[in-house]
């Protein structure tokens, strides 16, 4: 072949095992040291009568494969049936078809399944849930353009009139872990379909476990969760919709001389407020921040219109603010519930991320059992890498689309010399030497875990390394341990 570098020679090789995830053997050994893979696997109910059908070892390793390189459908899976390395790596013999992988749970009680996925993806995080946190509940909307079941016109502001499967979901505020995620029918996008499910996975908790906070958007500030919030003993910060008397409030406080400074160049104020349907009068706090040149201009010119997220309100003839109110019955400082509902935007970049980078927007059927079996399935793969990638990576949440091709990404190949297999890998990324030294603390970190937990239960080093993974978080805090385990040094 003719390039500008010169004339090169072109060979095809179909017999090396080579791989282009070639640092995936360091998380595989992370889930085999963790023990979260193996009792996965082994529980699923998925069974086959046939001798000649797939290993339900074989289709669960597809299926994890699949949702960790990002792929959005079932078809994707072609891409890596040639993969030489890793499907060994993992138990398997191959890596089957993308319609095998796509018919894998077609005959499997719906019931046992999701509490098989629900039970390993709770072991991912359960520890955690004994110091206090945060529980963001959000819902999004994944357009379908089949005849899947389920697929109804509901709220969609990006494809109006396109039909679509809802997703519920919660998550652990600021450590980014999936709970829980529901797949609904596209016309059941409002807080009242998803509650059943949410509080049934609360008062499943255990008291100690349940969070100190629930924090959501105007969808969920109903009398129906407020009231269950209550009863329950919960806290919760969600914002209120805007109607007539929220309104009133509004222009009613704008005159108010009891601002106080919220930061982020906000200002609130606390009042009291009860709308129609709600039993009591509660706590709420307005928020506004003035908007300045051409936007104030516009908003002040549209008389006050609802902006895609905040109620704007002119005032005189040069000034506008934007307005939010928030209701709670925290009994917190302005300062400090203004800052709790901005760190609630992070919730945000989940559903970005998952829709974007991982596979929510993809992995459809006809039939609502599966879709629902794999969200949790990529939710649950999400956990595990999020949680290994902060071991490498300690102290922040890296993004998909940076740490897939930062700690996957690699070319290796494997050679033998007698018994001994030997991987090599060559990273084309600009921080391949820093990557090496991160894995090798990876590697050290593992091997004095293994040393020291040698005789301690499944649950006993599940509960030590997420407390070392979480370290930062914990704020030099030991995570609360079953008794005679050391906390972490």
């Given at each position: 072949?003719e390039?500008?570098?010169?004339k090169?020679?072109?060979?095809?090789?179909?017999?090396?095992?080579?791989?282009?995830?070639?640092?995936?053997?360091?998380?595989?050994?992370?889930?085999?040291?963790?023990?979260?893979?193996?009792?996965?696997?082994?529980?699923?109910?998925?069974?086959?009568?046939?001798?000649?059908?797939?290993?339900?070892?074989?289709?669960?390793?597809?299926?994890?494969?699949?949702?960790?390189?990002?792929h959005?459908?079932?078809?994707?899976i072609?891409?890596?049936?040639?993969?030489?390395?890793?499907?060994?790596?993992?138990?398997?013999?191959?890596?089957?078809?993308?319609?095998?992988?796509?018919?894998?749970?077609?005959?499997?009680?719906?019931?046992?399944?999701l509490?098989?996925?629900?039970?390993?993806?709770?072991?991912?995080?359960?520890?955690?849930?004994?110091?206090?946190?945060?529980?963001?509940?959000?819902?999004?909307?994944?357009?379908?353009?089949?005849?899947?079941?389920?697929?109804?016109?509901?709220?969609?502001?990006?494809?109006?009139?396109?039909?679509?499967?809802?997703?519920?979901?919660?998550?652990?505020?600021?450590?980014?872990?999936?709970?829980?995620?529901?797949?609904?029918?596209?016309?059941?996008?409002?807080?009242?379909?998803?509650?059943?499910?949410?509080?049934?996975?609360?008062?499943?908790?255990?008291?100690?476990?349940?969070?100190?906070?629930?924090?959501?958007?105007?969808?969920?500030?109903?009398?129906?969760?407020?009231?269950?919030?209550?009863?329950?003993?919960?806290?919760?910060?969600?914002?209120?919709?805007?109607?007539?008397?929220?309104?009133?409030?509004?222009?009613?406080?704008?005159?108010?001389?009891?601002?106080?400074?919220?930061?982020?160049?906000?200002?609130?104020?606390?009042s009291?407020?009860?709308?129609?349907?709600?039993?009591?009068?509660?706590?709420?706090?307005?928020?506004?921040?003035?908007?300045?040149?051409?936007?104030?201009?516009?908003?002040?010119?549209?008389?006050?219109?609802?902006?895609?997220?905040?109620?704007?309100?002119?005032?005189?003839?040069?000034?506008?603010?934007?307005?939010?109110?928030?209701?709670?019955?925290?009994?917190?400082?302005?300062?400090?519930?203004?800052?709790?509902?901005?760190?609630?935007?992070?919730?945000?970049?989940?559903?970005?991320?998952?829709?974007?980078?991982?596979?929510?927007?993809?992995?459809?059927?006809?039939?609502?059992?599966?879709?629902?079996?794999?969200?949790?399935?990529?939710?649950?793969?999400?956990?595990?890498?999020?949680?290994?990638?902060?071991?490498?990576?300690p102290?922040?949440?890296?993004?998909?689309?940076?740490?897939?091709?930062?700690?996957?990404?690699?070319?290796?190949?494997?050679?033998?010399?007698?018994?001994?297999?030997?991987?090599?890998?060559?990273?084309?990324?600009?921080?391949?030497?820093?990557?090496?030294?991160?894995?090798?603390?990876?590697?050290?970190?593992?091997?004095?875990?293994?040393?020291n937990?040698?005789?301690?239960?499944?649950?006993?080093?599940?509960?030590?390394?997420?407390?070392?993974?979480?370290?930062?978080?914990?704020?030099g805090?030991?995570?609360?341990?079953?008794?005679?385990?050391p906390?972490?040094?």
């Amino acid at each position: 072949m003719e390039t500008f570098g010169g004339k090169i020679q072109v060979e095809w090789d179909s017999e090396s095992k080579v791989t282009p995830l070639g640092q995936l053997p360091f998380f595989i050994q992370f889930l085999k040291e963790t023990q979260l893979y193996e009792p996965w696997v082994q529980e699923c109910p998925l069974e086959y009568e046939s001798n000649s059908a797939s290993r339900k070892e074989d289709v669960l390793g597809t299926l994890f494969l699949s949702a960790l390189a990002g792929h959005r459908r079932y078809a994707h899976i072609t891409a890596m049936r040639n993969d030489g390395i890793n499907p060994g790596l993992l138990g398997m013999e191959k890596v089957v078809s993308e319609d095998t992988a796509r018919r894998a749970f077609q005959g499997c009680d719906e019931k046992e399944s999701l509490e098989w996925m629900r039970k390993h993806l709770r072991i991912s995080y359960e520890p955690l849930l004994f110091e206090p946190w945060i529980l963001d509940i959000d819902s999004t909307v994944k357009p379908l353009y089949g005849h899947q079941e389920g697929a109804k016109v509901g709220y969609n502001p990006k494809k109006p009139g396109r039909p679509s499967h809802v997703y519920h979901t919660y998550f652990i505020g600021s450590l980014r872990l999936v709970l829980e995620v529901e797949v609904q029918s596209g016309e059941q996008t409002s807080s009242s379909f998803a509650q059943p499910r949410l509080w049934e996975f609360l008062k499943g908790l255990a008291v100690n476990a349940r969070p100190w906070l629930i924090r959501g958007d105007c969808a969920w500030g109903t009398e129906r969760m407020m009231g269950e919030a209550e009863k329950e003993g919960l806290r919760f910060l969600f914002k209120v919709k805007k109607t007539a008397k929220t309104k009133q409030l509004i222009r009613k406080m704008a005159a108010s001389e009891e601002w106080v400074e919220a930061f982020g160049g906000w200002q609130g104020v606390e009042s009291q407020l009860q709308l129609m349907g709600w039993s009591r009068c509660r706590r709420v706090v307005v928020l506004r921040r003035k908007l300045k040149g051409e936007i104030a201009l516009q908003r002040m010119k549209e008389g006050g219109k609802q902006m895609e997220m905040m109620f704007v309100e002119p005032l005189g003839e040069s000034e506008a603010y934007e307005y939010a109110v928030l209701v709670t019955n925290l009994t917190e400082e302005v300062e400090t519930i203004a800052q709790l509902y901005r760190d609630r935007g992070d919730a945000e970049n989940n559903f970005d991320e998952m829709k974007n980078q991982w596979g929510w927007g993809g992995y459809t059927t006809r039939d609502l059992k599966r879709c629902r079996i794999m969200a949790l399935l990529v939710g649950l793969v999400y956990n595990w890498w999020s949680l290994f990638t902060r071991l490498v990576i300690p102290g922040r949440h890296a993004e998909a689309v940076t740490s897939r091709p930062l700690l996957l990404h690699a070319i290796a190949r494997q050679v033998r010399h007698g018994r001994e297999k030997t991987l090599i890998i060559t990273s084309t990324h600009g921080k391949a030497e820093a990557i090496q030294e991160a894995f090798e603390r990876f590697y050290l970190t593992l091997e004095r875990f293994k040393l020291n937990a040698e005789q301690w239960s499944r649950e006993e080093k599940w509960r030590w390394l997420l407390g070392w993974i979480f370290r930062d978080w914990l704020r030099g805090k030991a995570l609360k341990m079953p008794r005679g385990l050391p906390a972490p040094a």
